[in-house]
C-alpha cells in the first residue's frame, strides 16, 4: 500500500502558478511596457507580443519550461540586438532597453510563486526607470495605475483570495504611504538627480551652435518645446522679448560659427579666464541694470546654454557668463530645472574681450556684388556708420525682397550675394547673415545671435517659448555697446508681433513637422481653451512638484516657520499675563497637545494591535462586558462566555454567538492564511457591532 503524497500549499513557492496570476503578470507587464512605449523601439514591443504568445500556447499544451540553452540565446539575442539600435549598451537608451528585455524574458521562465515575484519586483523597477524618459502629469498617473496593478499582483501571490480583496489591500498600502510620502517630498532636502543620467545626445533646442541661411527656418516646421517664464515684475513688450542663446562671431563665407572661450584663448593667445567667469553674477556689467527678473522652468538638454532676456546679470544659481554675453550652465541638464535669471533686456553694454578686430574678420575676396553694394551705401551716408546703418536696414524693407518659411536653396560661394541680388527671399538668419557681413564690410564690428523671439503668453501669466520661435538678429559696436539690429523687423514685422504663424509667405511649412499637435486647433475656441487648460496644469505640475528643490523647501519651511511664530504671538495676546508666564503657559499649551497626539497614536496602535491579535480582541471585549455586568464566571471560557450572554444580550446576541464561534475556529481549526486573515477580520467587525448594538445597562433598577 503506498503512502498518500501530501498536497502542495496554496502557499507554496514550488507550486504552479495558476492561469489566472500569469495573465496578471503580463497585464502588469503591458502597462509598465506602456510607460516606456514612446521611447522604446518597435521590436521590443514585439517580442512582449511573441512571449505572451508563447506562454499561451506553452500553457495550453502543458509543454515544460523553456530551457536553459533556449533562455540564454534569447537573452544573446537580446544583447546583440540592442547593441545594433543603440550602438552601445553604455548609453541610458541601451540600459533601460536592456531591463525592459529582461523584464520580458523573465515570463518565460516564471513557473511558480518565487519566479512571479521576480518579475513583480522587476516592473517596480522598471515603473521608476520610466521617469528618466519623462516627469510630467501622463507619466506620473500611469506609473501610478501601473505600481497599484503590481501591488495588488503581490497581494494575490502573498494569498489573496479573489482580486476584490487585493485590490483593497493594496488601495490601503498606497493609502498609508501616501502621508509619509508627502512629509518626505516637503522635508527631505534634495540630493540632486542622482537616479538620472544626463542624456548626451538629447538637445532641448532645435538651435546648433553653428547656423547658415536657411536652417533657422526648418525650426517653423517643430512644434517641441525649449523652455518657460514666468516673470517677476514687469513683462516684456513683444518687441523686447528677445531671448538670448548664444552668439556666432566667425563667419567662413557659408556658416556662421560661435567660439568658445577656450577657442578663443587659443586663437587669440590670452588666458581663457579673460572670456569667462563663473558665478552667481555678472563679471561684465552690474546687476543695477536688471530690467526683467525671470523664472525659467528649462528642459533637459545635452548643451549648456542658458536663455536670458537681454544680456544676462545675476542668477539664483552659479553660471558661466561668457564675455559674449551668453549664459551657460556649469553642466547639462539630466533633468528639468528651475532658474532664476535677472536681465537687462538688451544687448550687452560692454566690450567684448575678443575685441572688435575678430569681430570684423570676413573671407577675402568672397561677396564681390555685395562689398560693391556696402560701398556705395556708405558714400551716399557720408561716412557715418549710423547712417549707413540705416540705409542698410532701409533697403531691406524694399518691395524686391520678401520674408518666407520656405526660403529657396542658396549654393556656390558667394551666398550673400545670391541672397542680396538673386533670390531675394529668405527667413530670420538669411537677413541676419547678410546684415553682419554688410556692417563688417564697412568696418563696423558686428555678430550674429542666435535665440528665439517672442513665446506664448498663458492665461496665467506664464510663457512657453517653442521651436518655431526661434530667431537670429545682429548685434553691432555702438557708442560703446552692443546695438540690437533685426532686419525681420523692417521686413516683417508681423513676425514680431505675433509669431511666426502669421507669416503668410510658405504659410504650410509652418508646423509641417508637427501634423498631430494641439497647436494646429489654436483657432477653434474650446479646443484651443483645452490646451490651455491642459498646459497650465503640466506647467505647475512641473513647477511646484518636479521642479521642487532646495529653494522652493526653505521657502515653505520659512512659511510654516512664519506661520507658528504668528499662532505663538496671538496665543501670547491672548494669555493673562506676559513674559515668564505667558511661556510657560504656551509651553503647556504645546505639551498637552503633544500629550494628546501621542494618546491617539498609541490608541491607535493598541486598536491594530488587537484586531491582529484575537485574543487580545476578545479580551478586550470581555473587559467591556464587565463593566456592564456581563462579566465572565471562574473557569469559563472566552467563547462559552459569549454564547452563555448571548440571550440576554438583544441586538446584539447573534453577533456573539458569531464572535465564539470564529475565535473557536481561529484557536483549533487548520486554516490557511488567506482564510485565517479573513476570519480575523470577520471577528473583528463582529465585536464593532457587538459594542454598538448592545443595550445599555439601566441605572437604579
Known sequence: MSTPRPAVSPLAEERRLERGLLRELFIGQCLVLALHLAWMPAWLAALALAVAGYRGWQWRRGLPRVGVVTRLAAVGGLVLALRWEYG??????GLIGLLLGVYLLKLL?????????VVVMIGLIATVVAFLHDQGVPMAAGALLALAWLLQSLVRLAGGRDRRQAWREAAWLLALSAPLMALLFVAFPRLGPLWSMPRLDRAATGLSDSIAPGDIAELSRSADRAFRARFEGPEPAPDERYWRVYTLSYFDGVRWSRASPEQ???TLERPVEVFVGAGTRSPWQAPAAARFRAELLLEPDSRPWRPSLGAPLATGRAQRYLGDGTLEGLAALSSRALLRVDSSGAAPAYADPAGARWHRLLPVDANPRTRAL???????????PDAYLAAMMARFGEAPYRYTLSPPRLGGTDRVDAFLFDTRAGYCSHYASAAAVMARMAGIPARVVAGFLGGERHPDGHYTVRDYDAHAWVEVWREGGWQRLDPTAVIAPERIEQGPQAVEEGAEAFLADARF??????ELGWANRLRLDWERLEYRWQRGVIGYQRESRRSLLARLAEGWRALWTRLEAWLPGQGALATTLGLAAVLLMAAGVALLARLGVGRWRRQRDERRLVGALQAWLARRGLAAVPGE????????????????GRALNDCA????????????????????RRLSRRVAEVRRRLPRPRRGG
Open 88 to 93: 552601445t549598451l553604455g548609453s541610458i537608451d
Open 109 to 117: 521562465e516564471t513557473q511558480d510563486r518565487r519566479d512571479a515575484r
Open 264 to 266: 578663443l584663448a587659443a
Open 374 to 384: 556696402v560701398e556705395r551705401l556708405w558714400r551716399d551716408s557720408g561716412g557715418d
Open 517 to 522: 499637435s494641439a497647436l494646429r486647433l489654436r
Open 637 to 652: 471560557s472566552p467563547a462559552a462566555h459569549l454564547r452563555r450572554i448571548a440571550p440576554e444580550a438583544g441586538p446584539a
Open 661 to 680: 464561534h470564529d475565535l473557536e475556529r481561529l484557536a483549533y481549526a487548520p486554516l490557511e492564511a488567506p482564510e485565517r486573515a479573513a476570519r480575523r
